[in-house]
């Protein structure tokens, strides 16, 4: 699978940074799998948007549903959406049972959000364990953000698999 993590400062450039991201990512899959785990830093907001029809989610550690502290949803967010649908990933801020509703990922002079936003692609959704919020206070205002992935790998010299789990903070 394949593993980004993104960064968009404040400010007008967010459209230049989608488009050149979107361009990467078209690269790089070619259409194929949507095997990514992607960590953000979009400095956008998107509220409680981007739910999903239950039947996509059976079996799964995670909700159709998405819910946030944050009801905001700015333009940024509306960009962010968009670019989310094209290449078919799932936002885990708000789905996990450690992070439902979406708790707070920055907490600074303007304010509280959710601008870190974890997102993977819909064929990795069935193996992630949980995700959520590390309330470990910096210097930056931003807290870190962790996924569980649970991935069964071949155990050697037997026929059966065994579960791994993968941490990503």
Known sequence: ?????????????????FNEF??????KLDGGSSKIVLLTDCNA?????????????????ISASRDSHDKVMNARGGDCIDFIDRHGLLILNG?????????????????KSVIDLAM?????????????????????GHFPYFVDLILE???VGASQSEASQFKII
């Open 95 to 111: 789905r996990t049972l450690s992070d439902s509703p979406a708790n707070y990922t920055y907490v600074g002079s303007n304010g």
């Open 22 to 27: 979107s361009r990467l990512l078209d690269l």
């Open 120 to 140: 993977v692609g819909f064929d990795l959704a069935e193996f992630v364990g949980d995700s959520g919020v590390l309330m470990m206070e910096d210097n930056s």
């Open 153 to 155: 790998t071949p155990s």
């Open 45 to 61: 907001r998107i509220g409680s948007r981007h739910q999903q029809d239950e039947e996509s989610f059976f079996d799964c550690h």
């Open 1 to 17: 699978f394949f593993f980004f993590l993104l960064y968009f400062p404040p400010g007008g450039e967010h459209q230049h940074c």
